[in-house]
């Protein structure tokens, strides 16, 4: 290795070292000398997307996918704020991304001179991303450029993961360095504050202790325990125990929906009979959740209010954040988890089958999909997610977007095999699912990705069809197309008498004829209009080979049900079961009205 080389060269020699093949990114001034390295490269390559928001989300997906970080770049000021909304999906989601942005030479910062900006286009982007980054930093001394590299991505992996960025000027690029006088990153200068293993094993007996002595536990699996690689500690945990096991959203996917302890996804939108089960519990192990308000309800004190509650978490902020535990576990989930399954287990005598057999009734008792739903004019889109999901490949990837399009997903889409399903759950913004859908196929080396939009959403980033059809990505596109903004309608419905503001044609919301603008781009297209249509033109889309955009047409009035109302404790959702019947689906005392 020769010893001196550029900043530009050595940024992208270290993001091979880190085992990176693919960077996302668009082009500018300022960034174009790093890009500039790639050339000649066989190692790694950038795709190009339209815009640097689907690039930042693009590269969320590359991670979820990966298990690596993502990486994008982009140019400064514009390029580098428009990045911010993908940064907050990473951020929320604790997911590891790396942006490089590029800025204006050093010798043009306006410094202390008290102006708004000196260098064409500059922008304080470390100030301006810092409270949705775990790190930010302007590199303007060349020489520290691999320490910040190395700190940067430590950062963003290690612990609770999460978005970093640098600000690259553009003389530091240029800049040439002697790589043997660089300075390293020590990585152990920043340590976790976590529980002890001696702390960790007197929580994991108390656990186990409450557990031998409970009769309806239920486990709540969440996003944490897939950062931590931990599903096998997961699985043999709750497999040992017999315990019923709800997900959060963010780990629809730890299971598959035929196991015998998966019962349903739970909270504010959940499905009836997991809400029951959640209400019910004496016991709750809530492992790597955040157990935030959609999960909880709006009334905290009435979530799992008749259970004991483990609550295990690597942020110690989200340990005393709502949710009070009685025991909380600070600590990483494989590592807990790991514990958990070495403790002793000769009293473990428990028989939960009752229970069980209790969760089995009301799933029975309480589908989503009821029969009045095959009546609808066009498509109605619990009947469309569960037809689709009959003729997904067991192990496709499915990226589902905001909004209605995502709680309908989520409330009858069926795991099965190694199927991954994911959207950005904490940021939710509308768009998202399609440039994460390109970083997730790219990720996967091309191979087909199912994505799941609405007609709302795809319109934020409606830019992205000319990049997978650019690459010819084999991204099956469903625009659920309800001609409205679906989810704001059902809240109107709720709070405003149904007066539709800004939320459908008639006043001000329109979208286009996606077919014709999808053709217009080159691509493939196919239209659903009605239930009988489902199945043969599901499968064409599924089939064809490269990028297919299908419009389906979803019945204007369809809403998302079961849904808590907001104030009510989850167990009591719309529409309100007669209180006859939903008495006696408690067993833990139900709160009374006045």
């Not at 008290?114 to 980054?133: A, H, L, S, W, Y």
């Not at 944490?224 to 931990?230: D, E, F, K």
């Not at 009685?326 to 070495?342: E, G, R, T, Y």
């Not at 625009?479 to 008639?506: K, M, V």
Request: proline share 5%; with cysteine; charged share 20%.
């Amino acid at each position: 290795m020769k010893p001196n080389t550029t900043v530009k060269e050595l940024v992208i020699n270290f993001l091979v070292g880190q085992g990176i093949s693919e960077v996302f990114l668009v082009t500018g001034g300022h960034i174009s000398f790093i890009v500039d390295s790639f050339h000649g490269r066989d190692d790694i390559r950038y795709i190009c997307t339209q815009h640097e928001q689907a690039a930042a989300m693009a590269a969320d997906a590359y991670a979820r996918m990966t298990g690596k970080f993502g990486v994008a770049m982009t140019t400064s000021g514009p390029g580098s704020t428009n990045l911010i909304t993908g940064i907050g999906c990473s951020w929320f989601d604790s997911i590891p991304v790396l942006l490089i942005s590029g800025s204006v030479n050093t010798f043009e910062t306006k410094g202390n001179l008290g102006v708004r900006q000196k260098g064409f286009q500059e922008t304080d982007t470390v100030e301006i991303v810092k409270p949705i980054t775990k790190y930010s930093k302007k590199v303007d001394d060349p020489t520290t450029i691999l320490y910040e590299l190395e700190k940067a991505v430590s950062i963003a992996t290690g612990g609770r993961p999460g978005p970093v960025l640098l600000d690259l000027p553009i003389d530091v690029q240029r800049a040439e360095v002697n790589q043997e006088s660089l300075t390293h990153y020590e990585n152990n200068s920043i340590s976790l504050e976590l529980d002890s293993n001696s702390e960790l094993i007197a929580k994991a007996k108390d656990t186990i202790s409450l557990l031998a002595k409970a009769k309806r536990p239920v486990f709540i699996a969440g996003a944490g325990i897939r950062i931590a690689n931990a599903k096998n500690e997961f699985l043999k945990f709750i497999e040992t125990w017999g315990i019923p096991t709800v997900p959060s959203w963010a780990s629809l996917d730890l299971m598959v929906h035929n196991h015998p302890l998966y019962v349903e996804q739970f909270g504010v939108y959940g499905n009836r009979a997991a809400n029951y089960t959640v209400q019910n519990a004496d016991l709750i192990i809530s492992v790597g959740s955040r157990l935030d308000n959609r999960m909880t309800g709006a009334k905290v004190e009435t979530f799992a209010r008749g259970a004991k509650k483990i609550i295990v978490d690597i942020d110690k902020s989200e340990l005393h954040k709502a949710v009070k535990a009685d025991i909380p576990v600070l600590a990483d989930a494989k590592d807990f988890l790991h514990i958990l399954n070495s403790v002793e287990q000769s009293f473990n005598n428990t028989d939960f089958s009752p229970w069980q057999k209790k969760i089995t009734d009301w799933k029975a008792k309480y589908p989503i999909i009821t029969p009045d739903y095959n009546k609808a004019k066009y498509v109605n889109p619990y009947i469309f997610v569960e037809q689709l999901c009959k003729s997904l490949p067991d192990d496709i990837v499915t990226v589902i977007d905001a909004g209605s399009n995502l709680t309908w997903a989520m409330q009858v889409f069926e795991i099965k095999g190694t199927r991954k399903i994911f959207s950005a759950y904490g940021y939710s913004p509308m768009g998202y699912a399609f440039p994460a859908s390109i970083g997730a196929s790219i990720a996967l080396k091309e191979q087909p990705v199912v994505c799941l939009i609405g007609d709302g959403g795809l319109q934020m980033n409606i830019q992205e069809l000319q990049t997978i059809f650019h690459y010819k990505l084999p991204i099956k596109l469903f625009i659920l197309n309800n001609c409205s903004y679906g989810s704001l309608t059902q809240f109107q419905d709720e709070l405003f008498g149904s007066r539709y503001e800004a939320s459908i044609p008639d006043k001000g919301y329109s979208f286009p004829d996606f077919v014709k603008v999808a053709e217009a781009y080159g691509l493939l297209t196919e239209k659903i209009a009605n239930h009988d249509e489902i199945n043969n033109k599901v499968d064409f889309v599924l089939n064809s080979p490269g990028p297919v955009v299908c419009n389906v047409m979803i019945d204007e009035d369809s809403r998302v049900l079961p849904k808590t109302i907001f104030g009510n404790p989850i167990e009591d959702q719309a529409p309100l079961l007669d209180r006859r019947e939903f008495s006696e689906n408690m067993i833990v005392a139900p709160i009374r009205k006045d």
